[in-house]
């Protein structure tokens, strides 16, 4: 594997990694680990430096990839110690730390020591986010965090929420100034103190910006779906009067902001060409309408037509 790519936007850098440079890394990384890789895999890494302290990489790769923190290099850990998250995104993913053994499902969050012997093996198609901090980064009482088992319960609603941040995280860094990228590392590690906690916390301010685009995502992506400010704050585990403070910061409401997008995506699909064996019952559902008679009076206060009408208008000209 020769093939390397490096793309740059401030504090963010996307690579793939030749074997030279995945050997290079492994030895130079906050955590210093052996790496392995198989002859026909690949390996992308995006890395993101959110702080001085706090950092944030996606990793992904196909064929067989796994690095190993050796009795040797657990050794030589002193001082301030470096810790590692790493949260399964997608694939098959096996982990090794401190006599247990376990192959862990996707959305599993596992944190390593450095002054531990530990190994992680991702096989085939997989990707891991990976938060990377000092341990003194984390509140006096909690930097006393000791073995883990084989990672937080993926049933607290505190590691659901932190793994779903850390996504939205890696997507929105590029975008933020190096202040809000701070700001946005430190939520991290509150939200970690939570999961290690296992507590309900709300959200730390220093997050709004990431967890507000979180919130935008989800709604995109479940367009159909029930999206009440209460449907949003229960399943991200925040208070109803959070969710609205969020929209508020992007000047609008949430029951707005989604009937906007569900409109708007409307419009689109009755525009669409290859959308037009739909009926208008079919496009209404699809973007959270069950009630087709509300969908054509809303679809028509905000564009002035019916459904039908705009359809029609913009139904392409017949060719010969």
Same mark, same amino acid.
């Given at each position: 594997m020769t093939r390397r790519r490096r793309t740059t936007l401030d504090a963010v850098q996307s690579a793939y990694l030749s074997h030279d440079d995945i050997h290079r890394?492994?030895?130079?990384?906050?955590?210093?680990?052996?790496?392995?890789t198989g002859d026909?895999?690949?390996?992308?890494?995006?890395d993101q430096d959110l702080s001085g302290s706090i950092g944030l990489t996606r990793l992904s790769t196909t064929g067989s990839f796994r690095k190993v923190r050796t009795a040797r290099l657990a050794a030589t850990s002193t001082g301030n110690e470096m810790m590692i998250l790493s949260v399964g995104l997608r694939g098959d993913f096996r982990a090794r730390q401190d006599g247990w053994d376990a192959s862990l499902s996707a959305g599993t969050a596992v944190l390593y020591q450095a002054g531990h012997e530990w190994e992680l093996q991702m096989r085939g198609d997989s990707q891991a986010q990976v938060l990377r901090f000092s341990r003194d980064a984390l509140p006096a009482a909690a930097r006393d965090v000791g073995d883990t088992g084989p990672g937080l319960s993926t049933r607290s609603p505190a590691t659901a929420l932190l793994g779903r941040y850390l996504h939205q995280l890696d997507a929105s860094a590029a975008g933020l100034s190096p202040r809000q990228r701070a700001d946005a590392g430190e939520a991290a590690?509150?939200?970690? +103190?939570? /999961?290690?906690?296992? +507590?309900? +916390?709300?959200?730390?301010?220093? =997050?709004?910006?990431?967890?507000? *685009?979180?919130?935008?995502?989800?709604?995109?992506?479940?367009?159909?779906? =029930?999206? +009440?400010?209460? *449907?949003?704050?229960?399943?991200?585990?925040? =208070? /109803?009067r959070h969710i609205y403070h969020l929209f508020e910061r992007a000047g609008t409401t949430p029951g707005a902001y989604v009937r906007t997008l569900r409109l708007g995506t409307a419009r689109d699909i009755l525009a669409d060409p290859a959308q037009a064996g739909l009926s208008i019952k079919q496009v209404a559902a699809m973007t959270g309408f069950p009630n087709v008679r509300t969908f054509y009076r809303a679809f028509q206060q905000r564009f002035e037509t019916t459904p039908d009408g705009f359809r029609h208008d913009h139904r392409p000209p017949f060719s010969a």
């Amino acid at each position: 594997m020769t093939r390397r790519r490096r793309t740059t936007l401030d504090a963010v850098q996307s690579a793939y990694l030749s074997h030279d440079d995945i050997h290079r890394q492994a030895r130079e990384c906050v955590i210093p680990v052996v790496a392995y890789t198989g002859d026909a895999g690949t390996v992308r890494m995006t890395d993101q430096d959110l702080s001085g302290s706090i950092g944030l990489t996606r990793l992904s790769t196909t064929g067989s990839f796994r690095k190993v923190r050796t009795a040797r290099l657990a050794a030589t850990s002193t001082g301030n110690e470096m810790m590692i998250l790493s949260v399964g995104l997608r694939g098959d993913f096996r982990a090794r730390q401190d006599g247990w053994d376990a192959s862990l499902s996707a959305g599993t969050a596992v944190l390593y020591q450095a002054g531990h012997e530990w190994e992680l093996q991702m096989r085939g198609d997989s990707q891991a986010q990976v938060l990377r901090f000092s341990r003194d980064a984390l509140p006096a009482a909690a930097r006393d965090v000791g073995d883990t088992g084989p990672g937080l319960s993926t049933r607290s609603p505190a590691t659901a929420l932190l793994g779903r941040y850390l996504h939205q995280l890696d997507a929105s860094a590029a975008g933020l100034s190096p202040r809000q990228r701070a700001d946005a590392g430190e939520a991290a590690i509150v939200l970690l +103190t939570m /999961a290690l906690r296992d +507590t309900r +916390t709300a959200m730390p301010d220093a =997050s709004d910006p990431v967890f507000l *685009d979180l919130l935008q995502a989800y709604v995109r992506d479940h367009l159909a779906d =029930s999206l +009440t400010v209460d *449907d949003l704050a229960r399943l991200h585990h925040v =208070s /109803a009067r959070h969710i609205y403070h969020l929209f508020e910061r992007a000047g609008t409401t949430p029951g707005a902001y989604v009937r906007t997008l569900r409109l708007g995506t409307a419009r689109d699909i009755l525009a669409d060409p290859a959308q037009a064996g739909l009926s208008i019952k079919q496009v209404a559902a699809m973007t959270g309408f069950p009630n087709v008679r509300t969908f054509y009076r809303a679809f028509q206060q905000r564009f002035e037509t019916t459904p039908d009408g705009f359809r029609h208008d913009h139904r392409p000209p017949f060719s010969a």
